[in-house]
């Protein structure tokens, strides 16, 4: 069936969600020529106005195309832009295009989109908790959300513990995220799984230090230890430390992705379906991670449609770590807008059964929250932490 229209829909709410990012969301509505409807979401972060637009680009080359034709239709793209594997909104755009067409592929076969791919490994999907720590500064703070995050049936946690240090660390930053990390291990206790998010703030020496600091804790991974763009200083970090390194949520198309793990520069490849060229690229991307004997975790910090496909591929993922999950940290209306269908109970959820991506989008809902494209505000408190962690307890 052929594509008629894409629409980038950008939703907000005055309800904030646990990080300013979080707060916004960018909806794609694909419609075929005999009224299908897909749905596919897009990274929002501080990008919001030149994802929409460039949405509207990437639909120039999609439109009048057939729906099913997800593989020459990215490729088709991937010929025309020329910028694609540098560009992290033409790979956005694209990505949740191929979602969309998958939602519509799945619906027109009647089935879910696991199926398409392989069938499921399993019929719930391990995920770990992130954006729970909301205002927790003190090691105190993080060591009792924890508890209740934990409480609630999760295994495993990842939090940023390093406030508002960047690019270096000094002795009294080393001080204070080891005290973090260290009550959180020991509220926790050892089996649970604790994950170090290092949003590729330091340069390499300063997360040695830090790797250094904090590898007797047990971590399960690190993640993005250095800039993302510092491929030397990720070898060297690689050299000289024994910890498992996660990455990949930066990661734009299957070739760079091939590079991290090809080089053996990563243990988690944490890929994003909405980034990294959507469902027929991310299937590639596992498949090949596989080879290296990688685990993968995809990275799913966003909306409700990202959590939705996520899981259906992840049900297929036979190297498969946890998927991320925000959903219980989500603002309300995210949950709402699929009738909270994909619920986290005892740390898993549940691989929905219905076609496509396996949720249906509250139409209702989303013409409430439709808004303009607008820039965000830059505060001293970069969007990409949960909101109120930027902060110092020692002085
Ligand atoms: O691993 C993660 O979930 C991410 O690093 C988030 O914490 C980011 O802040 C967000 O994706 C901003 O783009
Ligand atoms: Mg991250």
């Not at 019929?123 to 959300?145: I, Q, S």
């Not at 804790?217 to 070898?235: A, Q, R, T």
């Not at 993922?317 to 603002?331: A, I, T």
């Amino acid at each position: 069936m052929k594509i008629s229209e894409i629409q980038p829909i950008v939703l907000t709410s005055k309800e904030k969600g646990a990080a300013t990012w979080a707060s916004s969301m960018i909806l794609v509505k694909l419609v075929t020529s005999n009224g299908e409807i897909g749905y596919g979401e897009a990274v929002p972060t501080l990008r919001i106005i030149s994802v929409y637009n460039a949405i509207k680009q990437v639909s120039k080359s999609y439109v009048g195309k057939e729906v099913e034709d997800v593989e020459k239709n990215y490729h088709e793209w991937y010929k025309q832009d020329f910028y694609l594997g540098r560009s992290f909104e033409s790979a956005t755009s694209v990505s949740a295009i191929d979602i969309a067409s998958w939602d519509i592929l799945g619906k027109e076969l009647g089935a879910p989109i696991y199926k398409l791919l392989g069938g499921k490994v399993r019929d719930k999907v391990p995920v770990y908790a992130n954006g729970w720590y909301k205002d927790c500064v003190t090691p105190l703070d993080f060591a009792e959300r924890a508890k209740e995050v934990m409480g609630r049936g999760y295994k495993a946690v990842k939090f940023d513990p390093f406030g508002e240090y960047f690019n270096w660390i000094d002795e009294m930053g080393l001080r204070e995220s080891e005290e973090r990390v260290k009550a959180v291990r020991e509220a926790l206790g050892e089996d649970a799984g604790i994950l170090i998010e290092h949003h590729g703030r330091f340069n390499s020496k300063s997360s040695q230090l830090v790797a250094k600091r904090l590898e007797k804790y047990n971590p399960l991974f690190m993640e993005e230890p250095v800039h993302h763009e510092d491929v030397e200083g990720l070898k060297e970090y690689r050299e000289r430390t024994n910890v498992r390194v996660a990455l990949g949520e930066r990661l734009v198309s299957l070739k760079e992705a091939y590079f991290y793990i090809s080089q053996g520069l990563v243990d988690v490849l944490q890929p994003d379906i909405t980034n990294i060229g959507g469902v027929t690229i991310a299937k590639k991307v596992v498949d090949i991670a596989e080879a290296r004997d990688l685990e993968i975790a995809f990275h799913n910090a966003f909306g409700p449609i990202q959590n939705a496909v996520s899981i259906q591929v992840s049900a297929t993922v036979n190297n498969l770590l946890m998927l991320e999950n925000f959903y219980d940290w989500f603002p309300q209306w995210k949950r709402d807008l699929i009738g909270n269908v994909t619920p986290v109970e005892e740390g898993h959820v549940r691989v929905l059964e219905k076609p496509g991506i396996g949720v249906e989008v509250n139409e209702k809902l989303v013409d409430e929250l439709k808004a303009e494209p607008e820039a965000l505000d830059v505060k001293e408190e970069p969007v990409w932490v949960v909101g109120g962690t930027w902060k110092r307890y020692l002085k």
